[in-house]
């Protein structure tokens, strides 16, 4: 090989490295977004597990109440049905 060729097929390398790590570059730079992207859909999923969780015990904390309602009126009668 002569010293022109030589000189060729090292800029070409050369822009070939650049080339590839743009692109590397760019990988990188999209990776970061998918993950903070996947970061935020976490604490969203998390927030809506706990919202759930928030609703399902609604409905029995009313049922509580409501049997504790009538527990105290029962309980109510009957001390004023004896005192009197």
């Not at 060729?8 to 070939?16: G, P, T």
């Amino acid at each position: 090989m002569n010293p022109e060729e030589i000189e060729h097929r090292l800029i070409k390398a050369e822009e070939n490295i650049e080339d590839l790590f743009g692109r590397t570059n760019r990988f990188n730079q999209e990776m970061a977004t998918v993950i903070a992207k996947l970061d935020n859909m976490l604490v969203t999923l998390g927030e809506l597990k706990a919202t759930v969780t928030l609703l399902q015990n609604r409905p029995v904390e009313k049922w509580d109440k409501l049997i504790f309602a009538i527990i105290g009126a029962a309980g109510s009668a009957l001390v004023s049905y004896l005192l009197k």
